[in-house]
Structure formats: C-alpha cells, structure tokens
C-alpha cells in the first residue's frame, strides 16, 4: 500500500474542513483508517472522555519506515491513484477515507505517536507528531506481525480553546462507543474490543460475512429484543441493493436515534434515507413513534457522491428518488410479509405489570365457550353456545357482519384434519379460540402454548382500515372540485418542486398545474379531508419535498381522515360480544396484514406463553 501526495488541482476538489471535531471524530477516523488497510481486529481505548488518551490498534497491512512521514503530511493518501492518463478520480471512490486529513489535522492539536510494521517487514517503527511538528521515524517495538498502532494524547492541547466546547468526559466516552458501535455494524467480519478508563465496554468477535454474520453482529450490538422483532430485508432494483433489517411497527421508539443507515460500508446520516423510512411506516406509526432500523445500500461508487462534507457522513445521490423509491417499497413489502405479528416485547412490557411492584391483574367476567366439536369443514356458528345472544343485545354494524361473513370463509378453507380425526382444535389457530370478554373491552383468546388478550375496538379500527385503503386502491382516491381555484404563492424554487410531483399528487386527489413563477394552482382536492385550508396543505408538501424528497403531508392527511373514519366504524370498547362474533375478529385479525398494531401503531394484543405464566406463579 503506497501513500502518494495528492497534486494541487485535485486537493482543490476536495471538500476540505477539520475534520477533528471531538474524541469520537478522532477515533472514527483512525478506525476507518484501520478498515481500509485491510484490518480483522480493531483495539480501541479511551481514557477521560478520548482527551486524556487515545489509543487505536489494528493488524492491517501496516507502514514502512519510509510512508510514516508521508502518512502525516497534509492530503497524502493511498486510497486514490492516477490512471493511465495521470487523472486522479474523485468519483469513483471505494474506501472509507480519501482526503488524507486525518492523521495531520490529529498531528495539529495533539501529541501522536505512529508505530507500525509493514506486512512482510521484519521491522517497525515509530513516528511523533507535536502540534504539527514532525519528528524523525526510528525503529521502535510493535506487537504483531503487521499493522498500525496509533496513540494521541493531549487532544487538543495545542488548541486550548477549543477545550472549552468539550462536554463531559461520561459524553464524549458515549460518542465514541457510539461511533465504535456504529463501524462495528458496518463490518461485521471485523472483530472489534472497547475498553474506556481501563473498563471493558465492547469485545465483538469477527462474524461471517452476509445475513447471518450481520443479525450476530447487529444483536451483540442492539440487543436481543431487536432480533427477536427483525424484518428481513433483501432488495434489488436497477443496480442498488438494499439489504438489513428493519423492527416491526410495535417495537417502535421516541427518537430516530435507533435508526441505522450504512451505503457501501459507510455510517451515514442522510435525511433522504430518513425521510423515506418516515414515509414507509407513515401508516403504522404515529408521528411521534420512529422505526427502529440498519438498512445497508449498495450501489456503484459513480452513483453517489461521498465528498460533500469533510466528515463523510452525508451523501448524495445521482438518482435519489430509485433509492428512496427502494427503501419505501422493500420496507412495506416486508412489514406486509409479516402479517398480524406485533412485537415480542408487548409481552414482556405484560408480563412486567403482573410482577411484584406492578399494577394488580384485573378480575375476569367470562362465559364458558364450551369445548369444540364440530366437523372439520364446521363454521364458527356451529361452535356450542354460539347460538345465543350477547347479554346486552346491540344490533352488529354492517362493517362487523362483513368480517364474521369474511372469517366464515376463512375457517371453511382451513386443512383437513388427519385422516381418524373428526375433531378441529381452534386453539390451533394463530390467535386461538375466543374463552372470555374483560370489561367489554379485551378478548382472551386461548391457543396451543399460551394465552392473547386482544383491545377489540384497536383491532377492529385496523381492519376496517384496512379495508377502506384498499377500497381507496381500487377505486382510486375521489376528488372534488373547487368551486374558485386557489392560487398558493411559494419561492419560486419550492414551487418547481411541488409541481414536478403534480402526477403523483394527482393519484393522491390533489390536481395542481403551475401558474407562473412562484405560485400554484389548486383545482381539484381529495374528497375526503371536506373543507381544507388548501394553503396550508400546498406548503405542508413544499416542506415535505424540501426536507425529504415526497409529498408526505397529502397521504398523511388522508391516512389520517380514514383512521378516524375507521376509528368511529369500529365496535367500541364497552360492546359486550357474542362468542361468534369475538371468533370471527380474530380469524379476520389472521387474515390481515398489519393487524398486530393499530392505526397509531400500538399493538392490538399480547400474547403470553403458558411457560411464562407459569414462571409467573412460581411453576418454573
């Protein structure tokens, strides 16, 4: 691995800046560094906060004696080399680091110390660097048969006052576990140790590389929980690859902070990627509730532009709307595989209330379903008991009958039992056999190994929810005319924008046309938000196309009109239920996707394991 000096007219193109902005800054640096010399162990330790001491060792290819003084001089690199006419490429770049700033602009504000054996050397040596002056390398020890061990002490001791806008040391320790937890997502073939003030903090062993590696490397990194609530993702469309994973809609969180985006083995931060998993959950999630995420892009290196920010952490696209496009569409595609599952987690969070310290479980008010005896092809109705009336006799909305009649079809289709059995076990079913209704509000439902409790309004909001988007579908959303169209002034600029997406706004209700520079005009809306301030709806999507790159406010909007349309056509808590009834929710509850969370995303039922009731009353 040779390091070369850059020439002028290419440091020119750079995007330069410091790129040393706190400890972590400093470590990321070293640690991509480490990765690009080929690195299978990365070592890192920190004392008070990474300002006292810092220390990164890796067993990549190393140095020569004679590359450690080109290593910290300014824009000296191995990561770029010329081609056949001598013209140095910053468009195709397949590294982590290119600029070759790092160890210099360390070097600056600090006390760095470069030892390093090159592969296949006999040797190592070692080079000092004290507020940018240079020392003379000189043969030092080195633990290893090759690799780099970098040590900065002092940071920023030559720059005092930069000193001055460090937070804590317990902060400053925290971003760089971040920052490691962050690289160690990235590359899951590389094994990673953190220690901080001499405590162990991370030892992540080298996984195989692909799917199976990754979820390892993601649980030892996120938890348990987040692999046990995983969605698959594997996608492809036009040369880009999306691959990861990505929580169901009920593992949810109160900030973006668990949402984890890496393109072509690079940590970023990109608000075009945000956006477009804010607008895949948009129909699971209420805005106040974040998908949790590690989502990896792949693409050519010619079709995104990593040299926008000296800290490498933004990018940006040549053909944004195909990634989002594929973010958007492999999400859903996956969040629809996985059907009526809600989150392990809604079980645990259960079962926590029922330990001591929690609130006390509530009194039952059952009746006996009675034991199932019918044919195999037998419907819900034929079920003992099921015959008789609920004990407060309400007439059932039309939209009920339609899932008992939907369910009624659902329980004809099911397999034939083995050849001698006469007997149809309806615990069997996903969601069990209906044996209790709690405070005619909550279903307990009966299955092979365990127990739901189902909110039955929540599920029911859901299905007729359901079934209202896919009337909208099929149909197409209606509109209506505005009797005086309106004219929305925006910047000339936001204006362009909205009105290159009058297509999609058109599938959305919304017919827009230009009117001059700077305005819109608004001639049609979608039917169901009634009387809208089209103003305020018009520079909702400006904003949304500015921030994310989609017209979000509009299908948030009409999302949001038929959750409450659903909201008030769903059977209320308080309905006493008939068992035929109660069955008949939860076999169309099987039969829809998404049923395992409500409109706003939280879950529809729990389910406890018999083991886990057992621990409960001390059986285990």
Request: charged letters at 25%.
């Amino acid at each position: 691995m040779t390091i070369r000096r850059l020439p002028p007219e290419t440091v020119n193109r750079i995007a330069a800046g410091e790129v040393v902005e706190r400890p972590a800054s400093a470590v990321k640096e070293l640690v991509e560094n480490a990765i690009d010399a080929g690195a299978r162990r990365i070592e890192v330790q920190a004392d008070q906060g990474g300002l006292s001491r810092i220390l990164v060792v890796d067993d990549g290819s190393g140095l020569t004696r004679e590359e450690l003084g080109v290593a910290v001089e300014r824009h000296a690199t191995s990561k770029l080399s010329p081609d056949d006419d001598g013209n140095w490429d910053l468009l195709r770049i397949g590294t982590l680091g290119f600029r070759g700033e790092a160890l210099p602009s360390i070097g600056s504000v600090a006390r760095l110390t470069l030892t390093a054996r090159a592969q296949g050397s006999a040797d190592a040596y070692a080079l000092a660097v004290e507020g940018g002056a240079v020392g003379e390398a000189h043969p030092a020890p080195f633990a290893g048969p090759h690799g780099a061990r970098v040590e900065v002490r002092d940071l920023f001791f030559a720059t005092p006052a930069r000193l001055k806008f460090m937070k804590s040391e317990r902060a400053e320790a925290m971003a760089i576990t971040e920052e490691v937890k962050r690289q160690a997502m990235a590359h899951e073939a590389v094994a990673f140790a953190l220690d901080l003030d001499g405590r162990r903090v991370l030892r992540l062993p080298a996984e195989a590389e692909g799917p199976e590696g990754r979820l390892k490397r993601l649980h030892a990194v996120l938890g348990g929980e987040f692999q046990d609530n995983a969605l698959l993702i594997d996608q492809t469309r036009d040369g880009v690859r999306l691959t990861g994973y990505a929580g169901l809609p009920t593992y949810s969180r109160g900030n973006s902070a668990h949402q984890h985006l890496f393109v072509n083995g690079r940590p970023v931060r990109d608000r075009l990627l945000q956006g477009a998993l804010r607008a895949a959950y948009a129909d699971y999630l209420a805005r106040d509730r974040h998908p949790t995420a590690a989502l990896y892009v792949e693409l050519d290196p010619v079709e995104v532009d990593i040299n926008v920010h000296p800290a490498k952490a933004e990018v940006r696209f040549r053909d944004p709307s195909l990634v989002r496009g594929l973010i958007v569409g492999a999400l859903r595609h996956a969040l629809a595989g996985a059907g009526h599952r809600a989150s392990t987690t809604v079980a645990s969070q259960a079962l926590g209330g029922f330990r001591p310290g929690g609130p006390s479980a509530a009194g039952f008010s059952a009746w006996g379903a009675g034991g199932w005896t019918p044919s195999p092809v037998a419907a819900t109705a034929n079920l003992p008991g099921l015959g008789q009336v609920s004990a407060r006799v309400e007439p059932s909305p039309s939209g009920f009958a339609q899932v008992a009649e939907a369910a009624m079809a659902f329980v004809q289709d099911a397999p034939p039992a083995p050849a001698g059995e006469t007997v149809v076990d309806p615990t069997l079913f996903p969601l069990g056999a209906a044996r209790a209704q709690v405070h005619e509000t909550y279903i307990v439902a009966q299955t092979r190994d365990g127990v739901v409790i189902v909110d039955q309004h929540a599920a029911h909001e859901r299905l007729v929810y359901e079934r209202m988007k896919a009337e909208m579908e099929a149909g197409g959303v209606t509109r209506q005319a505005l009797l005086l169209p309106e004219v929305v002034d925006l910047d000339p600029a936001e204006a362009q924008r909205v009105a290159d997406k009058a297509e999609e706004l058109a599938a959305l209700g919304l017919i827009i046309e230009p009117f001059g520079p700077g305005a819109i005009l608004v001639r049609e809306t979608p039917a169901l938000l009634g009387e809208t301030d089209v103003g305020g709806l018009i520079r909702d999507i400006a904003d949304d196309l500015s921030e994310n790159g989609a017209a979000l406010a509009l299908a948030e909007r009409l999302q949001a009109v038929c959750s409450t349309m659903a909201c008030h056509g769903s059977v209320r808590a308080g309905r006493r239920l008939s068992a035929a009834e109660m069955n008949a929710l939860l076999r169309q509850m099987e039969a829809t996707p998404h049923s395992g969370q409500c409109n706003h995303g939280r879950p529809t039922y729990v389910e406890l394991k018999l083991a886990d009731i057992e621990r409960l009353f001390g059986r285990r």
